[in-house]
């Protein structure tokens, strides 16, 4: 009989590491909290419209070779879109508009191009551009409003690139976030092939394109999926795991345990078994991990009004920081909005059309139809100073337990790769110790 191996969590991380893990031969049984799986990548049907809405636009860089290789697995890779080189249409309070596109040379000239060919941006800062690379291996933990300063980045390169770069990639405040991060994502940019670089959406709503394969491919392997039911606790004797017990008291018998769960919820499933001593460091380190919420307002407006050619525009000088055209409907977004949260719908929607109409003035009479809002008040966890190293590895304390998630160190920023990269972690330690 094959090794059992419970996954608690049907998010990327989770499935990841199922797929691998079902894919040798393992009895795999993921188990999930929500009725909806997908986790913080998710997409549901609108009940108005019927239209299938994302729980938040995501964006996929053509580098996350993981994540693609991922999703070749499960049949959907060509559902994720790419532009033909890094471009990026951006939108400024007033109407002024500009892009980034990026010649077709190898890495780093064609971003160094692309960011020479920004009118906008002061030469003496597009010239400490090469300090910048020079300094990419220089890991210093300090925020990246603290780095960019070193780095003789004025406020009109910040505004218009730096800032929006960084609150795009890193789901936090350039005073916040950590320069660690950022550096990993111009890593990518400026020394893996140009061809890694470019930005895509996924055509169909986030849980077609992999929620829903995942749990096809893990059925048909001989494993189980089940959604909406917690995990209460995990069950040690003998220094190992033996089982988990769900909320509503069913016990499953495992070999291993992967929890692919955010650190809040790993540390209320550590204290609910009593075995915060199993966590790979200090225990109360877990509390510190904060989080930043990601908001988005879905317009749906006169199919007549006169929308702007490209699929995605950043927009500058604004509360709102992304406008995606999407089929039937136009999403604006908000990252690391905590200032926001409690703004209700209605000043939500209002800000949104203001800011709509004073980035894309063709738009001034445009005409709504109906609105949605969406908070995801813990999109991302918050990585700001300090936090790289505490960074959990995948292992743990005990010999058939192992951690997963996009917060745990994988030497990227919290995102879709980094969660797929977790789950491959963790399904190697498995591997490992078979
Ligand atoms: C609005 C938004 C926009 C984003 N945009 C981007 C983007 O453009 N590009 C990008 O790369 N990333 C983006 N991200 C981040 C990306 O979604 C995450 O990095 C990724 O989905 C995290 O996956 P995960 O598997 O690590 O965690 P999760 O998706 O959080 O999965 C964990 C799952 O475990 C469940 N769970 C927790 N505790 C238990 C328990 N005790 N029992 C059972 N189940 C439990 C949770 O409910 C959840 O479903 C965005 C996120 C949001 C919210």
């Known amino acids: 009989m094959s090794r059992r191996v419970v996954i608690i969590g049907g998010g990327f991380a989770g499935f990841r590491a199922a797929v691998s893990l079902a894919d040798a031969g393992y009895a795999v049984t993921v188990v999930d909290n929500r009725a909806q799986l997908g986790g913080r990548a998710r997409s549901f049907v609108d009940p108005a419209t019927g239209e299938v809405v994302d729980n938040g636009q995501h964006l996929f860089l053509s580098g996350y070779e993981r994540t693609l290789a991922f999703l070749e697995r499960l049949g959907t890779r060509d559902q994720v879109v790419f532009h033909d080189r890094l471009r990026v249409g951006f939108a400024e309070a007033g109407g002024k508009q500009y892009h980034l596109n990026c010649p077709n040379l190898s890495a780093p000239f064609h971003l160094i191009g692309g960011l020479l060919g920004l009118t906008s941006i002061p030469l003496t800062d597009k010239l400490r551009l090469i300090q910048i690379y020079a300094d990419l291996s ?42 660690v991060g950022l550096k990993a994502v111009l890593r990518v940019l400026m020394t893996k092939p140009a061809a890694q670089s470019r930005l895509g959406m996924a055509r169909v709503g986030l849980s077609d394109l992999y929620a829903a394969p995942a749990v096809r491919l ?113 999403s604006l977004i908000v990252s690391a909005a905590h200032h926001l949260l409690d703004w209700t719908n209605e000043q939500l929607v209002e800000l949104a059309l203001r800011d709509l109409k004073n980035c894309f003035p063709l738009m001034d009479g445009v005409r709504l139809i109906r609105s949605q809002v969406v908070r995801e008040r813990e999109a991302t966890v918050s990585l700001g100073v300090g936090m790289e190293s505490l960074r959990p590895s995948s292992k743990t304390r005990l010999p058939n337990f192992f951690l997963a998630g996009d917060w745990t160190a994988t030497g990227l920023p919290a995102t879709i790769e980094s969660a797929v990269v977790s789950g491959e972690f963790a399904a190697q330690q498995i591997f490992n110790g078979k």
């Open 218 to 330: 893990i059925s048909q392997l001989g494993g189980q999926v089940i959604s909406g039911k917690t995990v209460q606790s995990i069950i040690i004797r003998d220094s190992k795991v033996e089982a988990v017990l769900l909320a509503d008291g069913t016990r499953f018998e495992t070999d291993a345990v992967i929890a692919a769960i955010p650190p809040l919820a790993l540390r209320k499933l550590l204290e609910n078994s009593s075995a915060l001593s199993v966590y790979p460091g200090d225990p109360d380190t877990l509390l510190k991990f904060g989080s930043s919420p990601i908001l988005s307002v879905n317009l749906w407006v006169d199919p007549g009004t006169a929308l702007p050619e490209e699929s995605f525009v950043a927009m500058i000088g604004t509360e709102f920081q992304w406008l995606f055209k999407k089929t039937g409907y136009l």
């Open 138 to 179: 220089n890991l210093v933990d300090e925020s990246v409003a603290q780095w960019l300063s070193r780095m003789g980045q004025g406020p009109r390169a910040r505004k218009l690139f730096w800032d929006p770069l960084t609150i795009a990639a890193l789901n936090e405040l350039p005073e916040i976030a950590s320069a």
